[in-house]
């Protein structure tokens, strides 16, 4: 049993944003399941959006964020992010961050889908995620411990209060740490689905593990699909940065029609719900869509990641045309908290991709994600430097409600068959009767169980399984709920949104499960 003051679960923009405004203050222990550097995060190709141009304005900002999330926003939560980013942008700029800049010197701003403004920083063209982690990491070199390939598989909590995380790693051993408080920034959830940009590991163990240990979860029925993944072999082989298409990029058909012409004012640049629609729509037609990259000038040299994408996979740019197909992205809802990431459970906090602070609404806008890791990772960060509760004086271990779990466990799924559930029931578009099949098929496990019980006997590869049973029921279940279309949740039987549903939050909270297992019966 060790000791720190704070733990951070995760290793992202978020996780790292917050261990930097924290590490001078409180004494850090960085957990990633993986190594440091691999996350969603350094995946990042698009950029961060800010309102840093003399000719863009914060507000317009604001109503584009509103826009894309389909009215479904936090207004207040929206004007903190788009407020305070140039100014942590500025932060990191003066310590050593670079961004791309025009031959004058200035920053050069790119445009994304739902922007009306050019107002995209980019760092090494379609590498910005990858260019601010090794900024952070060497920023936080010797001043953090960063825990690497140990998988936290419980958050401790005793008396209402979280005092710390319990880990295992790849030899199975468990460990219990404890903190004065405990930062989640364990990422989304899109590795669920069959097609996704995300990182392996993003399968929705950060919203299971708060959901297990009572949190309240918001709309996790609102999942973005990123509109261009180079589809190679069968496969989603990686994503295509929508910075491309704000470069002049467009989607066409086999036969080189326009799919996006009349479809949206944005034509290529509208809202990624849109766009993804519009791409489905046509290969439920039988159509292959590509992205036209020949009015891209100079595309080998602005995007090397996706240069290097497509040489991996054999696949000629110099044809002008990407094949493409829509993959899982971006999670909007996720562990509930306040504009400090405070989540309903005291001593326990949340940021980016987990966390449901209501910036996102019903459906992120492009580039909107690494700042909301910055912002509200440094707005954590303050939270946890005024804690006043000091390390848990508990030096046993808490009691864990006990069942038969490796009974339980005898049955669990295949992985693939999680993802092709959630990418036939749960994806793009939605219906009550697939949104109800795939509910009964999730509450054939015995869900009371793995919530209620001590996961330490099992293994890591099986707890991952049972976290990504428990979230695929929390999106299917509150997309039954949900019954109007809006932004990343399309219901085919209901596709009009309900204005008198415009702040309307759908919060899960473990007291809600109430399922048995099909098998007993």
């Excluded at 190679?232 to 994503?239: D, I, N, P, S, T």
């Excluded at 990772?377 to 508990?394: D, M």
Aim: net charge neutral.
């Amino acid at each position: 049993m060790m000791e720190t003051e704070v733990i951070i679960v995760g290793s992202g923009v978020a996780a790292l944003t917050t261990a930097y405004y924290l590490h001078e203050h409180k004494n850090v222990t960085i957990f990633t399941k993986t190594k440091k550097d691999e996350s969603n995060s350094r995946l990042a190709q698009g950029g961060v959006a800010a309102s840093v141009s003399p000719e863009d304005d914060w507000r317009c900002h604001v109503e584009d964020t509103i826009a894309a999330g389909c009215q479904h926003n936090d207004e207040k939560a929206v004007e903190l992010l788009v407020r305070e980013g140039p100014k942590r942008i500025r932060e990191w700029m003066n310590a050593g961050l670079t961004f791309d800049v025009n031959q004058d010197g200035s920053l050069h701003l790119g445009q994304e889908g739902g922007h009306r403004k050019r107002r995209i920083l980019h760092a090494g063209g379609d590498q910005t995620g990858r260019t601010i982690v090794s900024f952070l990491l060497e920023k936080l070199k010797g001043h953090v411990a960063i825990i690497e390939g140990e998988c936290v598989i419980e958050l401790i909590i005793q008396h209402g209060r979280c005092i710390g995380v319990k880990t295992k790693n790849p030899l199975g051993q468990t460990s219990c740490y404890y903190a004065g408080a405990v930062v989640l920034a364990a990422g989304g959830c899109a590795g669920m689905y069959a097609f996704s940009s995300n990182a392996a590991t993003a399968t929705g163990d950060g919203v299971a593990l708060a959901y297990r240990a009572g949190a309240v979860i918001a709309d996790v029925e609102f999942i973005q699909f990123h509109p261009t993944m180079l589809f190679a072999a069968g496969k989603a082989a990686g994503l295509i940065s929508e910075a491309v298409r704000g470069e002049g990029a467009v989607l066409v058909t086999e036969d080189g029609r326009r799919i996006m012409e009349h479809i949206h004012p944005l034509q290529d640049l509208a809202p990624r719900d849109i766009v993804a629609r519009a791409i489905y729509d046509e290969m439920s037609k039988g159509h292959h869509v590509y992205l036209d990259i020949s009015a891209v000038h100079r595309c080998h040299e602005r995007f090397p990641a996706l240069a290097h994408l497509c040489a991996e996979h054999g696949i000629d740019m110099e044809t002008g045309r990407l094949p493409i197909v829509p993959g899982a992205h971006f999670l909007m809802g996720g562990v509930f908290v306040n504009d400090c990431g405070q989540t309903s459970i005291q001593g326990l906090y949340a940021v980016g991709e987990v966390a449901c602070t209501g910036v996102h609404g019903a459906n992120r806008l492009a580039s909107n994600s690494l700042l909301e890791g910055i912002v509200f990772g440094a707005r954590a960060a303050e939270a946890v430097r005024k804690e006043t509760a000091p390390p848990p004086r508990l030096r046993k271990r808490p009691n864990d409600m006990q069942s038969d779990i490796k009974k339980a466990v005898r049955n669990l799924p295949e992985i693939t068959a999680i993802q092709t559930i959630m990418s036939t029931y749960v994806g793009i578009v939605r219906d009550e009767q697939g949104l109800q099949y795939a509910k009964k098929w999730f509450e054939q496990f015995p869900l009371s169980a793995f919530v209620d019980s001590s996961l330490e006997d099992l293994s890591i590869e099986e707890i991952t399984v049972i976290h990504m049973l428990l979230a695929g029921w929390l999106i299917t279940t509150s997309a039954l709920q949900r019954t109007e279309s809006r932004g990343g949740h399309y219901r085919s039987d209901y596709p009009f949104a309900r204005e008198q549903w415009k702040k309307r939050r759908i919060c899960r909270t473990k007291n809600e499960l109430n399922v048995t297992s099909m098998a007993e019966h």
